[in-house]
């Protein structure tokens, strides 16, 4: 007899009605961002007040059945992050509700309470196997609404974030709270799949994570499109288009579900809110934004086209004419460093969109303002969904504009607080999101952009005033132990190296630092040849060299 399988849809009232869940040890830590939690409550919430009488599909549970006695529980291979973030939202509402029901009902979700006649011992619905701090963690939200801290847990610390990311999301939500929590329970729809065999659980696992099911989206939206030229009875074209929709596919790889996603956004200069095949069938082909078949691929390979000579600089296309070589390279390093330190592309839909209006004409001045005002919402911590907007704003205005001077010439759209931006970047930046990003387009503005320089093959933050001097060395000579912690991560402070650190190098007095830690990493990033010419580097010089970066960083 094979071995049972269980697969079903459940709405997340009744997943933590009837599942009680492991977390096994194997798993990693709790880790979801601020940004990702607040990505989430930010859907979920759209969705309550949009659509509140339809289901919002959160995603997949890959479970093995653990035991058969008091609870039905189950370790959790895939989906903990997504389960313990909705027991973290839970509990949050449960402070929030007045209705004493709803409480009961958010408690019970959440809590079993020990029931000794029944021999029904006491039972959080999520319980974590070895990582106790993590435990101990949940319990305290959900039975007293506190929390724990420990600076050395790296769950503990994201546990944290993400409850003060939830209590601020629904800090002036009261009044509508009671039919969001409705909604929780009844619309929220998971598809679980559990097994008794960990074998079997493994496989599923793999295959959801690896493989990916049968059809992706990008699958189902080459068969409508190829499927609508197939109609028109021309077998010969629908190949040809099939084979252009395949080359762009097999090109771009792992990023065309997101090279789809830059069309999404172009057509719609909105948040996606649904899937990307949902997207496109209920507001790109339904509204006749775009034609299914060829108008379709003719679209995404006139973009891939752009794609590829903008963002991937591919030689076999004909190359950028931005005036001159200079001018050329200068847009190129700052793409290279925009790919490699930002964090997300949602900068590159509105780059290409005024490409494909304007084509090279002040492609560059372009580039500028359009990284100078994402970079500076994310360094000012704007949430993802701020971020998106502002670059759809400027997609709009793209749409709407008569020239590329109109788009330029729009202050509202590159908006950026400029006293907000240089406080942010006074203070400490080490160990900051930003911090290597500033760093790298502050090597840019100084270096020669007459020639390209391509991504360097690896990059790290230093500190020049170590962050731990020895008590013997001239450092303590020049900083007293209070200049040590106030200057020690400042931005003029810190460089990069085009190689790993070295702890045994970073504590050296500064002469022997320069020379044998700094000086091999010139050639690629310029402002250490400032340090190098220093034979002391003393708090007058991080100083210096802080207002001068922040000067040139804004600088616009």
Avoid: C
């Amino acid at each position: 007899m094979g071995r049972k399988i269980e697969s079903d849809r459940i709405i997340l009232g009744k997943l933590f009605e009837d599942f009680w869940f492991l977390i096994p040890e194997y798993q990693r830590p709790y880790v979801w961002t601020p940004d990702k939690v607040n990505d989430l409550l930010e859907d979920l919430w759209f969705a309550y007040e949009n659509s509140p009488e339809d289901e919002y599909f959160v995603g997949s549970l890959v479970l093995k059945k653990v035991t058969q006695s008091t609870f039905d529980e189950y370790e959790v291979l895939d989906g903990q992050q997504r389960l313990t973030t909705f027991a973290f939202i839970l509990s949050i509402l449960k402070n929030k509700t007045n209705e004493s029901t709803t409480k009961k009902a958010i408690e019970e979700s959440l809590f079993q309470k020990a029931i000794p006649v029944k021999r029904i011992p006491e039972r959080p619905r999520i319980v974590y196997k070895i990582r106790g701090n993590s435990d101990k963690f949940l319990r305290e939200i959900i039975l007293k609404g506190s929390v724990i801290k420990d600076d050395k847990d790296i769950s503990i610390q994201n546990m944290n974030n993400a409850i003060k990311t939830i209590e601020e999301f629904f800090k002036n939500k009261n009044d509508t709270i009671e039919g969001f929590i409705d909604f929780l329970f009844n619309n929220v729809v998971f598809i679980y799949v559990a097994t008794e065999d960990r074998e079997d659980a493994f496989r599923l696992f793999t295959i959801l994570n690896n493989r990916g099911i049968p059809l992706t989206n990008a699958d189902i939206l080459k068969a409508i499109s190829i499927g609508e030229i197939e109609k028109s009875g021309n077998k010969k074209l629908a190949e040809e288009y099939a084979k252009k929709w395949e080359y762009i596919q097999n090109e771009l790889g792992e990023d065309f579900d997101r090279f789809l996603g830059f069309i999404r956004t172009i057509l719609l200069k909105e948040k996606a809110r649904k899937s990307l095949l949902e997207e496109f069938e209920e507001k790109i082909f339904k509204t006749g934004k775009l034609a299914k078949g060829k108008e379709t691929i003719d679209l995404l390979n006139k973009y891939y086209e752009i794609h590829t000579k903008i963002i991937d600089f591919s030689p076999s296309e004909k190359p950028l004419s931005i005036h001159s070589d200079e001018k050329n390279n200068e847009y190129k390093n700052l793409i290279t460093i925009m790919k490699t330190a930002l964090p997300s592309t949602d900068w590159i839909p509105p780059l290409l969109h005024f490409y494909n209006k304007f084509g090279d004409e002040y492609l560059l001045e372009f580039l500028k303002k359009l990284e100078f005002k994402f970079s500076s919402d994310w360094i000012l911590y704007y949430t993802p969904t701020q971020r998106i907007e502002n670059m759809n704003r400027i997609l709009k205005k793209i749409d709407n504009a008569n020239s590329s001077e109109d788009v330029l010439n729009d202050a509202n759209i590159f908006e950026v607080s400029i006293d907000d931006f240089r406080s942010s970047l006074s203070g400490d930046i080490y160990g900051k999101r930003f911090a290597k990003y500033v760093l790298l387009k502050y090597e840019y503005l100084i270096q020669d952009n007459s020639r390209y320089e391509g991504p360097p093959n690896f990059i790290s933050v230093e500190h020049v005033l170590p962050q731990n001097p020895p008590k013997n060395s001239k450092w303590r000579e020049w900083f007293t132990d209070e200049e040590i912690e106030q200057y020690k991560h400042k931005m003029g402070n810190l460089v990069l190296l085009n190689r790993r650190k070295n702890s045994s190098l970073s504590n050296l007095d500064f002469d022997k630092k320069k020379e044998r830690y700094f000086k091999g990493s010139i050639s690629t990033f310029p402002s250490i040849n400032h340090i190098m010419q220093k034979t002391e580097w003393r708090k007058e010089d991080i100083e210096d060299r802080t207002n001068n970066m922040i000067k040139r960083l804004t600088f616009v």
